[in-house]
């Protein structure tokens, strides 16, 4: 194992078990493969440990066939979990829940939709997930891409060309789920009422993220990533073009046929704004604070930081305009 990371005895054999899974057609498991496992390193992870699993094929045809490693998440509460709640009602028990629910929630998303095909949304081929019983529980085994793609740093953020991209990704997204004939997973994932209980009357609902799914503003992923991947100036001063590239290629999805106007997508930005910039804002908090470990170097560490508090401050400003604004 790499990292200092380790597997419990128990969590040896339910990799073992969906490892051989992931492959229900190879005869002879035993005979026909070995495996190894190393762990990444990952100072950002919350809520999962990961790994790659390197598969030793043992015949030609087989290798030729199958991947050489899969890719696989640990559900397990790491020390970022553990240093965001120093109050003195914190509780592992309180932890364990959140580890539970959040992993229900991504394993029912992939084993529903990790097979589908999604416009502008690249994302792993899904192989197999472990069924989820208690906190802990719940491993997925997906492609493994970790050679080929990695984790964004907030600083210095996204250039201008790659927000763009992510928002055609998240209307190719919400388009696909917005247009879907079968719309079960709209009370699969409704936690309208638990979340947001004032947009209950929304008609039109998209899922959100993996771990955090759930029906709602479709406004709210755009919101995320324009906190937490701008500056302050870049986000103020571009959001407007941002949210107009998402509506224009969800139009181009939908043959001309939006289902929303460009003005609705605008109204949606402001009316989630003071709901999504929670979220954001206590992961810029985490960010700075994590910057203790992940920059040893002291000068770039204050600029990180003091570029964090900036982008929170922007949040702030807006916010006040946005309560202004409703006030008035």
């Known amino acids: 194992m790499e990292n200092g990371m380790v597997m419990t005895i128990d969590e040896k054999a339910r990799v073992d078990a969906l490892i051989r899974k992931c492959f229900p057609d190879v005869?002879?498991?035993?005979h026909s493969v070995s495996y190894s496992l190393a762990f990444l390193s990952n100072k950002k992870s919350f809520w999962s440990k990961i790994a790659r699993v390197f598969l030793h094929w043992k015949d030609d045809k087989l290798s030729a066939k199958y991947p050489r490693s899969v890719f696989i998440k640990i559900p397990h509460i790491s020390d970022n979990v553990k240093g965001t709640d120093k109050s003195e009602n914190y509780s592992d028990e309180s932890d364990a829940a959140a580890l539970l629910k959040l992993t229900q929630y991504e394993v029912l998303w992939y084993e529903r939709y990790g097979n589908d095909s999604i416009p502008h949304f690249p994302f792993p081929k899904f192989y197999a997930a472990e069924t989820v019983i208690?906190?802990?529980?719940?491993?997925?085994?997906?492609?493994?891409?970790?050679?080929?793609?990695?984790?964004?740093?907030?600083?210095?953020?996204?250039?201008?060309?790659?927000?763009?991209?992510?928002?055609?990704?998240?209307a190719g997204f919400h388009y696909h789920f917005i247009s879907k004939k079968d719309q079960s997973w709209v009370t699969e994932f409704n936690r309208v009422a638990e979340i947001e209980p004032e947009f209950q009357d929304l008609q039109l609902v998209a899922i959100i993220d993996f771990q955090l799914l759930h029906t709602g503003n479709f406004a709210e992923d755009i919101v995320r990533v324009l906190i937490i991947s701008l500056s302050r100036h870049d986000r103020c001063s571009m959001t407007e073009r941002f949210l107009k590239r998402y509506h224009d290629t969800l139009t181009r999805l939908s043959n001309g046929k939006?289902?929303?106007?460009?003005?609705?997508?605008?109204?949606?930005?402001?009316?989630?704004?003071?709901?999504?910039?929670?979220?954001?804002?206590?992961?810029?908090?985490?960010?700075?604070?994590?910057?203790?470990?992940l920059e040893k170097d002291e000068v770039r560490r204050v600029k990180f930081q003091n570029e964090l508090i900036d982008r929170a401050y922007g949040v702030v400003i807006d916010a006040e305009r946005l309560l202004f604004s409703q006030s008035t």
């Open 27 to 30: 005869e002879d498991f035993e």
């Open 258 to 293: 939006p289902p929303f106007t460009l003005n609705k997508v605008y109204e949606a930005y402001d009316r989630i704004f003071l709901y999504a910039c929670n979220f954001a804002l206590f992961g810029l908090s985490i960010y700075h604070d994590m910057c203790e470990d």
């Open 134 to 170: 208690e906190p802990g529980t719940g491993i997925i085994a997906m492609e493994d891409l970790s050679e080929r793609v990695k984790a964004m740093d907030s600083i210095p953020g996204f250039s201008y060309e790659q927000v763009e991209r992510l928002m055609d990704a998240l």
